[in-house]
Each structure stands twice: as C-alpha cells, then as structure tokens.
C-alpha cells in the first residue's frame, strides 16, 4: 500500500450562533440574563466583576445572587478582580479566576459571568477558556469601548513580553448582553473614547454611520444615551457581522479589517505605560493610518480634514509625544508577527472604501507624524 493510500482526511466544521442582547437592566425586570441562561439549566454561575465597576455599582454583588435566587440559578459568590489594562500585564488576575473556578467546582456544563471593561474581559475570558479546556462565557460589557467592540469579539488574551495580547486564545462567548444602564457611571473620558472603534468601524465598513456620528459628535460629547445606544448598536452589529458573516472568524486569513488604526495604538499603549486609554491610541492610531493613506495618494485632502475634525469633535486625541518614539516603528513587525504571514494594513480610499497594503516604509510614517504633530 502507497504513502498516499495511508493519510487520512476528514473535514468538519462546528455551528455556532453567537448571540447579542441589548437591556437597560440585565438583572432586573426584563431579565435578559436569564433568557440566555434558560437552555443552560440546571446551570452553576460564577459571576467575575472588574473592581471599576464596583466602585460605581457597590450593591452589584448582592444583587447578582438575589437575581439568582429568584431564577433559580445556582450563582457562586461574585469574584471582584482588578480592570484596567494592568489586570492584562501578568498573571495574578488570570490565576485568581482559576482558583475561584477550581474552588467553586465549576464544570464545562457551567458559566462565567464577565462583567466589565474590554480589558476585565479579555482576562476573564482566556482564564475560561483555560479552565477545563473551556467553560461557556456570557459577557456583559461595561463601557462604550467594549460595547461597541471588544464585547462582541471571539478573542482572549493577556499581555507578555510588553506584547499587546500575546498570550490568548479564539474562544466565543456563549453570549453577549449590552447593558446600557453601566455605561451611565463612566466618566467623561471613559464615556467618549470608546467612540474611537465606533469611528474605526464606519470608516470601513459604513459611511452613514460615520455621517450619524459626525452630525451627532456634540450631543455624543454631551452623552446623550439615546443618540450613543442607536451608535453602539450599529457599531456592534458591524462588528458581529464581519466575524459571523466575513468567512474568517477566527483570523486564520493575513487581512484584519477591524484592526484598522491599531498596529500603532498596541505600540503606542505600552510606550506610554498604558496612560492612554485603548480608545484614545486607536483614535491616534486612526489619525495616523489615515494621514499615511492620504501621503500614499489614496485618500483626499477634503476626506482626510473631515475625518480628524470628527475626531477633535469627539474630544478624542490624534498626537501624543510617544509618536516620536523611535520604537513606535517597531509596531509595525510586532503587528505582522501577530496576524502571521505577510504584513498586511488596511488604508483608505474614501469612507467606507478600504483598501490592503502590504508594504509600509518607516520614512512615510515619520512624515505622517510630522504633518499630525
């Protein structure tokens, strides 16, 4: 018998629906938490809450387990971890999730309930995911930026080697639900640089969006929640369609459409020791690849001005000193080395229209920053 007549194989695939469901009140009346719980029963929940939203919402804990009598749902004692981005630099947080995951007995037929920011949702999910090779994740996001965005992605991660995101894995939520009653408690700063990936997503994918946005730039600022739920759910269901309905899901393709902006805000975020929020670098991560594709002769003058005017309307940085950092380049390998193969960005042609490079010298992204600075 040939080498050949001895290899085997078989494809398959896996069917997923993922699900997003927006409340004012996921605890409460409505009861949207228990709508996606309903086919899990009997379910054990563990609920695993960013310590910022605590201090916002200090009842939260208490209120979870009485939400949890009532639906009767088997919910362990809430667990507070530290958010922000330093929960993602090492592994005290991740390891904290695991032993209240191993203490609680929590099977694979369990859940963990992710309450937070983008980056308590990052931890919280790559330590699901590790715990038992995988235990189902509902998340419910607690800012603008993790609504609009990371809320709605299949990725988990932590920081190492100073590396946005080196240590993660691909790994649904079972669920998402908006709760828009946390996004009342954010500051002002918080409030709008989540708006960053709600720009980042119509500047390739919908023109009408970012015309929404540009008409309602002040009453964004003014945090008008009418006018930020209609943004954040078309921002979200850009986001969810490109990941159900794009053919790529899990990135195994070289184009990232949806990190538009961002291979110099994951440098920029550690160059600044993490002072700048990840909104704010991938509102200058944005200025900066559109000014590179106005330089590239893709995009024109009038565009490339009304695109940074949205984002000075939006309160929202396009400069900071740590562009002139000669290491800023370097972001430029580590994104390559991040999405495998060849180095590929996206730039723009006109709102709406991207296009791919796969070359980008250092000499066109020092004159880019020059002409923002």
Known sequence: MSDSQNNLSSPFSVEWTHQLLNTDSAFGANDALAQVCSPLYPVKLLPI?????IEHHPSLAETIQQWGMTASV?????VIIKGGEQSKNNFACVEQILEAIHNDHLCRKSVVLAIGGGAALDVIGFAASIAHRGIPLIRIPTTTLSACDSGLGVKNGINYFGKKNFLGVFDPPYAVINDYSF??????????SGMSEAVKVALIKDDSLFDTIESNAETLVNRNMDVA???IMRSADLHLHHITEAGDPFEKNESRPLDF???????LEPLTEFTLTHGEAVSIGLALDVTISKRLGFLDEHTHRRILSLLHSLNLPTTHEALLNPELIGGLEEFREHIGGKLTLLMLEG??????????????VRQAIDELM
Request: aromatic share 4%.
């Open 229 to 231: 739920k209609s943004i």
């Open 183 to 192: 996004l009342t408690t954010l500051n002002d700063r918080h409030w709008i």
């Open 261 to 267: 902006g961002h291979w110099s805000a994951h440098k």
């Open 351 to 364: 709102i709406g229209k991207p296009i791919e490079i796969h070359e980008l010298d250092s000499e066109t």
């Open 49 to 53: 809450i960013d310590d910022g939203v």
């Open 74 to 78: 088997n919910c362990c004692p809430p």
